[in-house]
């Protein structure tokens, strides 16, 4: 016969977790446009239409590769292959936070 294995029982029932208050949300509406929010992080944005070329802020660059829509906030870099598909995504991967911290910090987490 096999020993048992200790296991360990989280401290609160399913049920007592499920009751709990919910920390709080995110607000995609308080997310700050595409436009200010990549003028700001990434500065001078160049081309016509809606996806404009800048330095891309993960890699060495020297000649601009990154693509932003200001429409949605979509974003790629055609050298190194980042993507995502708004601005929550880039400032996520820029600063390394959280998603709750990245939310906070642009403003559009609501509390409870």
Not at 45 to 70: E, I, M, N, Q
């Amino acid at each position: 016969m096999m020993p048992r294995r200790n296991v360990v029982t989280p401290t609160k029932s399913r049920a007592a977790l499920l009751s709990q208050k919910p920390l709080g949300r995110l607000d995609r509406s308080l997310l700050p446009p595409p436009a200010e929010y990549y003028a700001r992080e990434l500065g001078t944005l160049k081309g016509a239409g809606p996806w404009k070329t800048a330095l891309c802020p993960f890699h060495t660059d020297t000649s601009p590769s990154l693509r932003v829509k200001l429409e949605t906030g979509a974003w790629h870099c055609f050298v190194c292959g980042e993507g995502g598909g708004d601005v929550l995504a880039f400032h996520r991967r820029k600063t390394g936070q959280s998603f709750i911290d990245a939310c906070k910090s642009l403003g559009c987490w609501v509390e409870g």
